[in-house]
């Protein structure tokens, strides 16, 4: 999706965007998506004619973006739409849909969900309680009084995740609420004041007691569960004890890249950037590729 950003602030633009037939518009409630699902699951898109009939204003609309060259808006469903709305689909979990849906239609989904949660969430100005109205296509919540005016704009919460690396081992934890076995990455929210590479050394030594030392930037996750962003690192170990020192982890230990490749422990899912983490790091050190040896 092209999120056309500069078209948020041209109001004539979006006005004339809303009204028109190839435009698609996503209903979403409480973070959930409106889908198809007779045959493979779809996201339901309803055009303009449909959405005025359900009697959906303008000034609930979020422009996403370009999708396909076409306007693409959110909404946020109201109590008195759910009936209409019925006849489309049923509203569903990202969650539960992420693997029957491509990569761009998740991405989309994810995208507005993040800022549909946003809107829900901030209904009043953080400054003075007024209520607040939507600007630049729902990008901006604006104060309703004109003695503030204060803008909001959508927040994420940056999060580390790190694969530590000691070798020809890497180290894993688990918390005690996953699926037994399961082991992933280190992890952990960017604290204020704080750089992502110490957030990086200060997380590893509070859940597992390691040192670690040069954390060197991957890639990255949006996570809008509901507004996360996940950043991914390497880093070399400098110590090996294993000391459980906050208590989030029930266990954490180091892997090598065969005892990764046995059945004896289950990975995260290979959607996440925890399994993108473990995966890249286990090829650069095999021949054979991880996801030639384990099967999801
Ligand atoms: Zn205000």
Known sequence: MDRAAHLRKDAAWLSQAMQHENSRFLPLSDGRSLVNIQGTPRP???????????????????????????????????????????????????????????????????????????????????????????????????????????????RLD???????????????????????????????????????????IREVYEETGVRVHSPRYHSSQPWPFPSSLMLGFYATASSTEIRLIDEELEDARWFTREELTSQTIKLPPSLSISYRLIQAWHDAGSDTPLTEVRAW
């Open 158 to 200: 940056p999060a580390i995740i790190v694969l530590v690396e000691d070798g020809e081992r890497c180290l894993l934890g688990r918390q005690a609420t996953w699926p037994a076995q399961r082991y992933s990455t280190i992890a952990g929210f960017v604290e204020p004041g704080e750089s992502l590479e110490d957030a990086v």
């Open 44 to 154: 339901c898109m309803l055009d303009s004619a449909r959405v005025r009939d359900i009697g959906v204003t303008g000034d609930r609309l979020t422009f996403l973006g370009l999708w396909e060259d076409r306007a693409t808006f959110a909404f946020e469903a109201l109590d008195s739409e759910m009936d209409a709305l019925a006849e489309h689909g049923e509203f569903m979990d990202l969650y539960s849909l992420a693997y029957s849906l491509d990569a761009n239609t998740s991405a989309v989904l994810g995208y507005a969900r993040a800022v549909m949660l946003w809107q829900q969430r901030h209904p009043h100005c953080s400054r003075c309680g007024e209520s607040v109205n939507f600007e630049f296509g729902g990008h901006v919540l604006a104060c309703s009084n004109p003695d503030c005016g204060k803008h909001q704009f959508p």
